[in-house]
């Protein structure tokens, strides 16, 4: 590094010689230093003269664009700017440049709209035969606003030729493969782009382009039939006008496109509604035809020979496959009064008439098993007559008035009455409204909610059990209070409306707790002392195990609120039952392809029936201890243990032992809640610890999924702690010794633990050689190692600055250093963006020459760590420790690979070090300056100011 840096120097040579008036010494002279490839991207950004155009293209400088993975290319930058100076000249370079990159095809882009139109013009040929060639998916968008502006300055020709190379009509097109996501959304972003200024230029051309686009869109999809106008419209754009429906897809998007388009070129009489359709209808596809019902429905008041038309075409009124439903039903909705009183009996006389019977009994013995009767027949009569009585409603008077009002009161509202399909979404439909149950008063609307029943098996026609068993338990809540009063009147009623009931009641917990807990426990005692059905009946079976589950959260949220300790005995006597049945009725063990060790089982605790009720357990135990807590000194004192809730203990322990306690879920409890029993029982802990866990036995053998249950939730739901780690010593050591060999997914138990044993270290709980060397083993094991100290960084750098205790430097020293030295530059160096290191030094927290030199020899191996803006922060805070290897350091990561993209961000902190260097003298002011330089060539020309 004995000869000095020459970046800025030459860069500075470029500067005054492009201040002159080009002549050919001065051409040659440039073109010789441009052939360092860093002085030739800042060479193009500090040329702002246009006099140089024509010399660079003589000297052939615009004639090896780069490749596209290369990026951006500076002399087309150039090129761009210098458009609307010298748009000649631009044009002539442009038009021989011939390339594939799509930054090039951009800045040609942007120099055609700034030039003059007819200049501009000349490079369509040029950029159509590129997109043609090559795939220009990154700048698309500029494209797409080049079409616009030469459709606005009414240039059809060009503006289609881009389009139709843009867009891509062509369904047979073999140049590209199937568009991903981020190319589906660019293609509907473009059409809403492109579309309304091509409408507005040419709509004839405008309109035919954008059916093809449709067409061969859902082409690609699937959707068209061979042979057939069938699209399945209806599924993936059940509405054409904006609608909850609607999927977002881009067919769905294209023809929100047309249908916006169509309406702008009617509206501004481009083209007659008449002519529109014309080309609308002669597209083969259902789709299209729909676009036009929605047409005629905008415009029927100036087009009212069009709308009688339509609404007396018996092909779309009797559409009972629903291709056309939702556009005529709203068209002849809205406009049934356009329609001459002749018209309207005729309407009417379809309607009486009913729909076409045949093949109804087939269809209907198909799907119910048994032969149709002449009620049934009926009842598809009405139905079908209520549904086109539905669509025009707001016209009827007299006699169909009353039928329709009839109709509508035996079947309800219908459903789907204007769509053929649904996302599933439907409004509660209750045979009585919340204000009528409130009018009957609890005794009668209790008796008439429990007796009703639906008229149809699936009720898709008329009201629904759970809408009124919904509306029942929003009645009620409405008094909260006086309706808990009555809530044993509840008992032996379906288990649903039960569950509804108890539900409400919970929502209002934390307003009347006390009154609640002694109205609605009983109705709770009755629930879990009744028998769940059995495994032959499912449903039955599985709506009570859902009434269980409102039971457990009602008793929870009594428990959370700090009700009296009055209720000790009734609140266990339903927790309790409610955990045998649950433990019982509804356990779930672990699947045989599920390995125990790296199971996360926090969901199966936290959302399991048998998991929910023991929680409940545990929080019951909570509650007690709660309310026999002293304080001593500002501390709790807690000392009576299971003496005062013996139920828990006899549990706990028969959980133990039993077969109930062979849920996973149920175990898992004990390793969330390990800390509460700690506090409740140290003595009874410390005996059953490892029953609890059992992860020491049979290592070589399959595991005991039950003690690993218990074992993953504590490491994984809480923190480490002193005390608790004393206790399980063992089964710590147990674990540690299974690690995993390699990373792999689905270790975070592992990992858990790992932090719980770093955080013992960090405290001085434990050190390097503390039981048999724990935290040696941790930093040994390739799975969990790097997890491990980046953990350590982040609790270094959330450290409060004001803590009464520091971390051990000394302890933490010799820990980095012995995973520095068994694996640590092993996986750095397999990591070149690592971020292990980079919370160690960023939080301060350690010695600074010690952080300096380590950082230095992580960099080494990492060069590109993580966190790198806030390295050189901390980094430029510290320098003066060890100025020498801080400017190394920053070497090593200017000139890592990548670093042209990170190094502006942290240029600021840079500079600090670079100032301070650059006053000393030697070896540290000349790695400065190679710093510097080197930044300059990654384009940060701020650098040079440096040097001065």
Same mark, same amino acid.
């Given at each position: 590094m004995t000869s000095p840096p020459s970046f800025f120097k030459q860069l500075q040579c470029l500067q005054n010689a492009v201040r002159q008036t080009p002549r050919t010494d001065l051409v040659r002279y440039v073109v010789e230093l441009l052939v360092d490839k860093d002085l030739e991207r800042s060479f193009w950004d500090i040329l702002k003269t246009s006099t140089w155009i024509k010399p660079l293209a003589i000297a052939g400088c615009y004639?090896?664009?780069?490749?596209?993975?290369?990026?951006?290319?500076?002399? #087309?930058? @150039?090129?761009?700017?210098?458009?609307? %100076?010298?748009?000649?000249? $631009?044009?002539?370079?442009?038009?021989?440049?011939?390339?594939?990159?799509?930054?090039?095809?951009?800045?040609?882009?942007?120099?055609?709209?700034?030039?003059? +139109?007819?200049?501009?013009?000349?490079?369509?040929?040029?950029?159509?035969?590129?997109?043609?060639?090559?795939?220009?998916?990154?700048?698309?968008?500029?494209?797409?606003?080049?079409?616009?502006?030469?459709?606005?300055?009414?240039?059809?020709?060009?503006?289609?030729?881009?389009? @139709?190379?843009?867009?891509?009509?062509?369904?047979?097109?073999?140049?590209r493969q199937r568009r991903g996501d981020s190319e589906e959304y660019w293609y509907q972003q473009a059409w809403e782009t492109v579309l309304p200024s091509l409408a507005r230029c040419v709509? =004839?051309?405008?309109?035919?382009?954008?059916?093809?686009?449709?067409?061969?869109?859902?082409?690609?999809?699937?959707?068209?039939?061979?042979?057939?106008?069938?699209?399945?419209?209806?599924l993936w754009r059940p509405a054409v006008e904006e609608h909850t429906e609607n999927l977002h897809s881009v067919q769905s998007a294209l023809v929100a496109r047309i249908r916006d388009a169509t309406e702008l070129i009617v509206r501004e009489e481009k083209m007659s509604l008449r002519e529109v359709l014309e080309i609308l209808e002669r597209q083969k596809y259902v789709i299209f035809r729909r676009i036009g019902l929605h047409l005629v429905n905008e415009f029927a008041e100036a087009n009212t020979d069009l709308a009688r038309k339509r609404m007396l075409t018996r092909e779309l009124f009797d559409d009972d496959e629903g291709r056309f439903m939702h556009e005529y039903s709203r068209l002849i909705g809205k406009r049934f009064g356009l329609l001459e009183e002749a018209d309207r009996?005729?309407? @009417?006389?379809?309607?009486?008439?009913?729909?076409?019977?045949?093949?109804?009994?087939?269809? !209907?013995?198909?799907?119910?098993?048994?032969?149709?009767?002449?009620?049934?027949?009926?009842?598809?009569?009405?139905?079908?007559?209520?549904?086109?009585?539905?669509?025009? %409603?707001?016209? +009827?008077?007299?006699?169909?008035?009353?039928?329709?009002?009839?109709?509508?009161?035996?079947?309800?509202?219908?459903?789907?009455?204007?769509?053929?399909? /649904?996302?599933?979404?439907?409004?509660?439909?209750?045979?009585? =409204? $919340?204000?009528?149950?409130?009018?009957?008063? !609890?005794?009668?609307?209790?008796?008439?909610?429990?007796?009703?029943?639906?008229?149809?098996?699936?009720?898709?026609?008329?009201?629904?059990?759970?809408?009124?068993?919904?509306a029942f338990a929003t009645c009620v809540g409405r008094n909260a209070v006086g309706a808990a009063e009555q809530a044993t009147a509840l008992c032996g009623r379906p288990p649903e409306l039960i569950?509804?009931?108890?539900?409400?009641?919970?929502?209002?917990?934390?307003?009347?707790?006390?009154?609640?807990?002694?109205?609605?426990?009983?109705?709770?005692?009755?629930?879990?002392?009744?028998?769940?059905?059995?495994?032959?009946?499912?449903?039955?079976?599985?709506?009570?195990?859902?009434?269980?589950? #409102?039971?457990?959260?009602?008793?929870?949220?009594?428990?959370?609120?700090?009700?009296?300790?009055?209720?000790?005995?009734?609140?266990?006597?339903?927790? %309790?039952?409610?955990?045998? +049945?649950?433990?019982?009725?509804?356990?779930?063990?672990?699947?045989?392809?599920?390995?125990?060790?790296?199971?996360?089982?926090?969901?199966?605790?936290?959302n399991s029936r048998a998991g929910r009720a023991m929680r409940a357990v545990f929080e019951y135990a909570k509650w007690v201890r709660m309310h026999h807590v002293t304080r001593e000194n500002d501390?709790? $004192?807690?000392?009576?243990?299971?003496?005062?809730?013996?139920?828990?203990?006899?549990?706990?322990?028969?959980?133990?032992? #039993?077969?109930?306690?062979?849920?996973?879920?149920?175990?898992?409890?004990?390793?969330? @809640?390990?800390?509460?029993?700690?506090?409740?029982?140290?003595?009874?802990?410390?005996?059953?610890?490892?029953?609890?866990?059992?992860?020491?036995?049979?290592? /070589?053998?399959s595991p005991d999924p039950l003690g690993w249950a218990a074992w993953?939730?504590?490491? =994984?739901? /809480?923190?480490?702690?002193?005390?608790?780690?004393?206790?399980?010593?063992?089964?710590?050591?147990?674990?540690?010794?299974?690690?995993?060999?390699?990373?792999? %997914?689905?270790?975070?138990?592992?990992?858990?633990?790992?932090?719980?044993?770093?955080?013992?270290y960090v405290w001085g709980e434990l050190n390097l050689e503390s039981d048999d060397g724990i935290v040696k083993a941790v930093i040994e094991s390739p799975a969990v190692r790097e997890h491990a100290l980046q953990f350590v960084g982040n609790v270094l750098q959330e450290w409060p600055a004001d803590a009464q205790s520091r971390p051990n430097k000394k302890e933490l020293a010799a820990l980095w250093d012995w995973y520095w030295a068994r694996g640590g530059r092993y996986d750095a160096e397999n990591r070149k963006a690592s971020h292990v290191f980079g919370g160690w030094f960023v939080s301060g927290k350690l010695d600074r020459k010690w952080s300096i030199e380590?950082?230095?020899?992580?960099?080494? #191996?990492?060069?590109?760590?993580?966190?790198?803006?806030?390295?050189?922060?901390?980094?430029?805070?510290?320098?003066?420790?060890? +100025?020498?290897?801080?400017?190394?350091?920053l070497e090593m990561m200017v000139n890592a690979s990548g670093a042209s993209h990170r190094a502006p961000q942290w240029f600021k902190s840079a500079k600090r070090i670079l100032r301070r260097c650059m006053k000393m003298e030697g070896e540290i002011r000349l790695r400065a300056e190679w710093v510097i330089d080197s930044l300059g060539r990654q384009g940060i020309l701020e650098a040079g100011k440096l040097l001065r």
């Open positions: 004639d090896s664009p780069p490749d596209p993975e290369k990026g951006p290319w500076g002399a #087309s930058r @150039y090129l761009a700017r210098m458009a609307r %100076r010298e748009p000649a000249e $631009v044009t002539e370079v442009f038009s021989r440049i011939v390339t594939d990159n799509p930054w090039v095809v951009r800045n040609m882009v942007q120099a055609a709209m700034a030039m003059p +139109l007819q200049y501009g013009m000349k490079l369509v040929p040029n950029i159509i035969v590129t997109l043609q060639e090559h795939n220009l998916d990154l700048f698309k968008d500029e494209i797409a606003d080049f079409i616009v502006y030469l459709a606005n300055k009414r240039q059809p020709a060009v503006a289609f030729a881009l389009a @139709y190379v843009l867009l891509e009509p062509e369904a047979d097109c073999n140049r709509p =004839t051309m405008a309109l035919h382009l954008a059916c093809r686009g449709l067409i061969n869109t859902m082409d690609r999809q699937g959707y068209l039939k061979e042979m057939s106008s069938e699209d399945d419209s209806a009996q005729q309407v @009417y006389g379809w309607i009486q008439d009913g729909p076409d019977m045949t093949g109804f009994d087939e269809d !209907f013995r198909r799907w119910n098993d048994r032969a149709a009767t002449e009620e049934d027949r009926v009842a598809r009569k009405q139905a079908w007559q209520l549904q086109k009585l539905w669509w025009i %409603r707001d016209w +009827l008077g007299g006699e169909w008035k009353v039928t329709f009002e009839e109709l509508k009161d035996k079947y309800g509202e219908p459903h789907f009455v204007d769509m053929s399909v /649904s996302s599933g979404f439907r409004e509660p439909r209750s045979p009585f =409204t $919340v204000d009528q149950l409130q009018e009957m008063g !609890f005794e009668k609307a209790l008796e008439e909610v429990s007796k009703w029943r639906e008229e149809t098996e699936d009720g898709t026609w008329g009201p629904r059990r759970e809408d009124l068993y919904s569950q509804e009931f108890i539900g409400e009641m919970t929502q209002h917990v934390k307003d009347h707790k006390e009154a609640l807990a002694k109205a609605v426990l009983p109705l709770c005692q009755w629930v879990v002392d009744e028998p769940v059905p059995k495994a032959d009946k499912d449903a039955e079976r599985e709506k009570w195990g859902r009434l269980l589950n #409102s039971v457990v959260e009602f008793a929870m949220q009594l428990l959370a609120s700090g009700i009296g300790i009055t209720y000790k005995d009734l609140m266990w006597s339903v927790i %309790r039952k409610a955990a045998d +049945l649950t433990a019982e009725e509804f356990s779930e063990m672990l699947g045989d392809d599920e390995e125990a060790k790296v199971f996360d089982f926090t969901s199966r605790y936290l501390k709790e $004192v807690y000392v009576l243990g299971f003496e005062v809730m013996p139920g828990v203990q006899k549990m706990l322990r028969d959980r133990l032992e #039993s077969p109930l306690g062979r849920d996973i879920s149920v175990r898992a409890c004990y390793g969330a @809640y390990f800390g509460l029993l700690y506090n409740i029982d140290k003595a009874w802990l410390e005996k059953n610890a490892q029953r609890i866990f059992n992860i020491c036995r049979n290592q /070589s053998n993953n939730t504590l490491v =994984t739901v /809480s923190r480490s702690h002193p005390e608790i780690y004393r206790i399980l010593k063992c089964e710590y050591r147990c674990a540690t010794r299974q690690l995993p060999n390699q990373k792999a %997914r689905g270790i975070v138990p592992f990992e858990r633990m790992a932090e719980h044993l770093m955080m013992l380590r950082l230095h020899a992580f960099v080494m #191996s990492a060069p590109e760590a993580e966190a790198d803006d806030m390295i050189v922060e901390q980094l430029a805070r510290i320098c003066a420790a060890d +100025l020498q290897r801080s400017v190394e350091i």
